[in-house]
C-alpha cells in the first residue's frame, strides 16, 4: 500500500475507501484444486508471515519476522485462495482498528470504527460480493476479543477456537500475547465458518440441538447500553423458544489479570523496537507498549495468579451451564476517536468497556462464537467449555438453520 493508503498494488482499480488492505498482490494466492474449500477465497490478517507477501502488522515501527503460517498453508492446500492481507489496529494491540496507516473504517457507517484488532479482516468478509475482490472468510487473531468485537459491530460472525487447538495453529503468526492469543475465522455465516473448521480438523459439523441445553447468561448490570441490553434479551428469549433453559450467570471483571499479561508480553516480542527512543508506533501504542515493559516481574506473576483464580470460576460454571450466552460489545459501533463508551451504568473509557465483556475467554483459552443480533451491529458471543469447538459451531448452525441469527 502507498503511504497515504490510498492504492493497492497489483489492483489499481481496487476500491478501498475503508482502509481495510494492507496488501494486494496481482494475483491471489491459488489453493490447490480439488480440495474442501476450493472455490473459497480468504484475507489474511497482516500478522499471518507468507512468502512473498510483506508483513508491517499495521504499523510503521520494525516488527520481528515470524516466519511463514502454517494455517495459511494449509488452506492452501484445502484449496482455498488467499486474495491479499488486511489491516489490523496496530500490531493487534487495541479494538477500534486504529493504525499507522490511517486506521479502518466501518464497512456500512461511515466515519464509525469497524472493532478490532481484526478490522480488516471484517471489513473484508462483510463487503464480500462487492466490487473489488472480497472474500468469503477472513483470518484473523484473538487476543482479548479482536475477532468477536469486529465481527459483531460490522455484522458478521466469528469463531475463536480453544486455546492451542491442534488446527488453528499460530506457528508463523506475529504474536501479541502468547498466553491469550488465538488464530481463528470471520465469514458472512457460520456455515462458511464450519465448512472451514470441518475441512481443517476433517470432521463433519452437525447442527446440535438447544433442547434441554442449560445457557448461562452473563449480562452485567450496567455493563452495555440500553440497546445491546435489549438485543441480548430478545436473543435470549429466542433460545428459549427452541428450548434451552436460561438462568443468570455470574462472572468477574478480569482485567486485573489479562492487562498485565498481555501488555508485559507484548513489550517482550517487541523489545527491539522499544530500545529505540522513537520506533514509529502511533502515541498509544508505545504507551502501552512502554507500560508493559516498566511492569516488575511480580507484578506479572500475581496477574498469572489472578489469572488462575479465574479460571477456577469459570470451571465452576461449567457445572451448571453447557452454554454461556453474552454480549460481545457494549455499544453499537463507536465513531472513530470516540473514547468513552455511554453505558447503562455510565460513561466508560471504551477500551475497558469492551475489553470487560470478551478479554475473560481469550485470557481463559475457551471457544467463543459471536453471532449477529436482529439489532444491527449488535453481536453476542455464545462460549463454551474448553474442546468444545465441534459443539459449539454445530449449536450456532443450529440457530442459522433456524433464523434466530
Not at 487495541?94 to 473504517?105: Q, R, V
Not at 475457551?366 to 449449536?395: C, H, K, N, S
Amino acid at each position: 500500500m502507498s503511504a497515504d493508503g490510498s492504492r493497492l498494488p497489483g489492483s489499481p482499480d481496487f476500491s478501498d475507501p475503508q482502509r481495510a488492505w494492507a496488501y494486494l498482490p496481482a494475483q491471489p494466492r491459488e489453493g490447490q484444486a480439488g480440495g474442501p474449500l476450493s472455490g473459497l477465497r480468504f484475507s489474511v490478517k497482516d500478522l499471518y508471515g507468507v512468502e512473498g507477501w510483506p508483513l508491517t502488522a499495521s504499523t510503521r515501527a520494525p516488527v520481528p519476522a515470524p516466519g511463514n503460517s502454517v494455517l495459511v498453508r494449509r488452506l492452501l492446500e484445502l484449496g482455498a485462495s488467499a486474495v491479499g492481507k488486511t489491516h489490523l489496529h496496530e500490531i493487534a494491540l487495541g479494538i477500534t482498528g486504529m493504525n499507522g496507516y490511517g486506521g479502518t473504517e466501518h464497512p456500512t457507517l461511515p466515519g464509525h470504527s469497524p472493532g478490532g484488532s481484526s478490522s480488516g479482516a471484517a471489513v473484508s468478509v462483510a463487503l464480500a460480493g462487492e466490487k473489488g475482490g472480497q472474500v468469503d472468510f477472513a483470518l484473523g487473531t484473538d487476543t482479548g476479543g479482536s475477532i468477536r468485537v469486529p465481527a459483531a459491530w460490522c455484522g458478521v460472525a466469528g469463531f475463536k477456537p480453544s486455546k492451542d487447538h491442534p488446527d488453528y495453529s499460530l506457528a508463523g503468526v506475529l504474536p501479541l500475547s502468547p498466553t491469550c492469543d488465538h488464530a481463528g475465522p470471520l465469514a458472512r455465516d457460520v456455515t462458511t465458518l464450519a465448512r472451514v473448521h470441518t475441512a481443517l480438523t476433517g470432521r463433519q459439523l452437525e447442527a446440535q440441538a438447544w433442547s434441554g441445553l442449560r445457557v448461562g447468561l452473563w449480562l452485567p448490570e450496567g455493563w452495555t447500553d440500553r440497546p445491546v441490553r435489549e438485543a441480548v434479551e430478545a436473543f435470549a428469549a429466542r433460545l428459549e423458544g427452541v428450548g434451552a433453559n436460561l438462568s443468570p450467570a455470574v462472572l468477574p471483571e478480569m482485567l486485573d489479570a489479562y492487562t498485565p499479561i498481555v501488555l508485559s508480553e507484548a513489550a517482550q516480542v517487541h523489545r527491539e523496537a522499544l530500545r529505540q527512543d522513537d520506533p514509529g508506533f502511533t502515541p498509544f501504542t508505545l504507551g502501552l507498549l512502554r507500560q508493559g515493559a516498566a511492569l516488575a516481574a511480580a507484578e506479572v506473576d500475581a496477574a498469572h495468579a489472578r489469572r488462575a483464580d479465574h479460571r477456577e470460576l469459570l470451571d465452576a460454571l461449567w457445572s451448571r451451564f453447557d452454554v454461556l450466552l453474552a454480549p460481545a460489545v457494549p455499544t453499537p459501533p463507536p465513531l472513530i476517536g470516540q473514547d468513552t463508551a455511554e453505558l447503562e451504568g455510565g460513561p466508560l473509557p471504551l477500551r475497558r468497556a469492551v475489553l470487560r465483556l470478551t478479554a475473560p475467554f481469550s485470557l481463559l483459552g475457551v471457544p467463543a462464537l459471536a453471532l449477529p443480533t436482529q439489532a444491527e451491529y449488535v453481536g453476542v458471543q455464545l462460549v463454551m467449555a474448553r474442546g468444545q469447538d465441534d459443539r459449539l459451531l454445530g449449536l450456532g448452525l443450529a440457530l442459522e438453520m433456524g433464523g434466530i441469527t
